[in-house]
């Protein structure tokens, strides 16, 4: 099992206050990820031996949360500040051959025995600033956008897309609404804030802190702020990398 990261990994944390529940990942600028205990499992609720888990700065989730791989053809990409709660579910596979005369996998009863090879679902990501609620169950080969929210026990069916910035909810999960105003939300993925390191959103923390919904004009001009303050920083700092990462032994 491949597990990967920030090039600027730390290491664990071992007196974290999530320490006891979960693999507390450190960054050399800052912030912390946590991989619940058990998080990476196989159909036999054992830790899987093959397959690729990428979890970007920032990010984590709940106790009692899951990601089930099978025979290692999928990976699992979470991008960075990602909030995930309590008991979730990511069943990146698990599929049966319906096209047959039966479902059963034949080969586990051995006796010379084979089926047909199970379907496969492309990999599964989750992007930047995402909020999944308690008990959300993702299905394989989904795509949740930029700055989504999912409502707790959603369930995302396989193959699920998501619109950036929309809140989703119900089983099968559907767009309820977005969160700003389409100018907004263009604005916001634009500046892709995400990108930047952790002492640029301290420098603008009071900004983060600011009501986006109240008036569209304050918005944009809020996010335009921003945007210069990235100019500004990267003219001095260059470009933030942004897909580079380091293995996680854990």
């Not at 050399?28 to 998080?39: A, E, L, M, R």
């Not at 920032?58 to 008991?87: E, M, P, T, W």
């Amino acid at each position: 099992m491949e597990i990967i990261t920030e090039d600027d990994y730390a290491g664990l944390l071992d007196d974290h206050p999530r320490s006891p529940n979960a693999a507390v990942l450190s960054f050399s600028s800052g912030g912390v990820s946590c991989i619940p205990h058990g998080f990476l499992s196989n159909w036999l609720e054992q830790e899987p031996e093959a397959g690729t888990f990428y979890i970007g700065r920032c990010s984590g989730f709940g106790i009692g949360s899951i990601a089930k791989y099978d025979a290692g053809l999928q990976s699992l990409c979470v991008g960075r500040f990602v909030s995930g709660g309590l008991r979730l579910r990511f069943l990146l596979n698990g599929q049966h051959e319906s096209k047959t005369i039966s479902t059963y996998m034949f080969s586990i009863a051995r006796m010379g025995m084979t089926n047909a090879p199970p379907p496969q679902y492309a990999d599964s990501i989750v992007r930047n600033d995402v909020w999944i609620g308690d008990e959300a169950m993702m299905l394989g080969g989904g795509i949740i956008e930029n700055g989504c929210i999912i409502g707790a026990r959603s369930l995302l069916p396989p193959n699920f897309r998501s619109e950036p910035y929309g809140i989703y909810a119900g089983s099968p999960a559907r767009l309820i609404r977005f969160r700003f105003p389409e100018a907004v939300r263009a604005a916001l993925l634009d500046l892709a804030w995400w990108e930047m390191p952790m002492s640029w959103i301290r420098d603008n923390n009071d900004m983060f802190l600011q009501d986006m919904t109240a008036d569209e004009g304050r918005a944009l001009e809020i996010i335009a702020r921003l945007k210069e303050s990235r100019r500004q920083h990267e003219a001095v700092h260059g470009k933030p990398a942004i897909f580079a990462a380091g293995d996680v032994p854990i």
